[in-house]
């Protein structure tokens, strides 16, 4: 894969769940355990690709992803929602926020990397 991937996530564990998962694909994975945090290195860095907890503290993840969108530098970047918010509608909520995409938690650790390669060729 070899894509440049930010995973914003309060989670420590999954933080380093996902980093394991992505460096196995050569991936160099950027973490932020907060919304400004993320944003901060999202400019910095100008990844291929964000993953976005919802669940964040002080600004969540639909907000994040309203705020990321209205970037002109990062516009064209896709933001997948990886969350725990499964109930009827929290797919299309994510979508509605501005994420690309949506992949429901807990991990499917064989599945994650086919999911953000089929992310990253829709990106063209």
């Known amino acids: ?9 309060d989670n420590a564990d999954n933080r380093l769940l996902v980093r394991r998962i992505l460096m196995v ?31 964040l503290p002080s600004v969540d993840g639909y907000e994040l992803t309203r705020r990321v969108r209205q ?7 896709p933001i997948i929602a990886m969350t725990a918010n499964v109930m009827h509608g929290d797919r299309e909520k994510t979508l509605e926020a501005g994420c690309d995409g949506y992949i429901p938690k807990p991990i499917d650790v064989d599945d994650l990397p086919r999911q953000i390669q089929r992310f990253l060729a829709a990106k063209g």
Not at 1 to 9: D, R, S, T, V
């Open 1 to 9: 894969m070899g894509a440049k991937i930010l995973y914003i996530e």
């Open 25 to 55: 694909e050569d991936c160099e994975v950027f973490e932020a355990a907060t919304g400004v945090e993320g944003i901060a290195l999202a400019v910095r860095v100008r990844p291929d690709l964000i993953l976005m907890d919802m669940n």
């Open 71 to 77: 970037i002109p530098d990062l516009q064209d970047i």
